[in-house]
């Protein structure tokens, strides 16, 4: 019964070590891209959206590509059997597609900025957390955090 209960207890404390390491693995990725959390949901919250737009402009695209098809095609006459006609027709399409084709084209950027890491100033203190994948990592992480210069520069980028 004591063996079940040890297992038990070593597998909740193992599940606590997992979920710390993934929330600092995570704290430290925004620390070295300078990515915050806003720009990070930002970029979830636009997905849908940005992906519609470019299956908007695909779909225009592919649209263009058939009037331009169209507009280039001649036409010859339905009679080809006689000869002495030298006639070609030309088939005219106004430039503009009519109004329930006409698509609105919405102006909007979305851009998401953030500071590359080229810009960011490194102090070597900070330098020495971005070292290797030793395991004390997790305990440098936690140190810089504590001290306020660490807490400022967390909230700042």
């Known amino acids: 019964m004591d063996s079940t209960k040890d297992i038990v207890e070593r597998e909740r404390t193992v599940k606590l070590i997992a979920k710390t390491r993934a929330s600092i693995r995570k704290k430290h990725r925004v620390l070295k891209t300078g990515m915050m959390e806003n720009e990070i949901a930002l970029k979830k919250q636009f997905k849908s959206i940005v992906k519609q737009i470019v299956e908007n402009t695909e779909r225009d695209k592919s649209i263009d590509i058939m009037e331009k098809k169209r507009k280039n095609k001649r036409e010859r006459d339905d009679d080809d059997d006689d000869d002495d006609d030298d006639e070609i027709s030309t088939q005219i399409i106004s430039q503009r597609p009519p109004w329930n ?14 500071t590359p890491i080229e810009s960011q100033q490194l102090s070597p203190q900070d330098e020495e957390v971005f070292i290797g994948d ?12 504590k001290t306020p210069q660490g807490r400022e520069r967390y909230t700042a980028s």
């Open 101 to 114: 084709k006409r698509t609105k084209r919405l102006n909007v950027m979305s851009t998401i900025h953030y």
């Open 134 to 145: 030793d395991p004390s990592l997790e305990t440098s992480v936690r140190q810089v955090l």
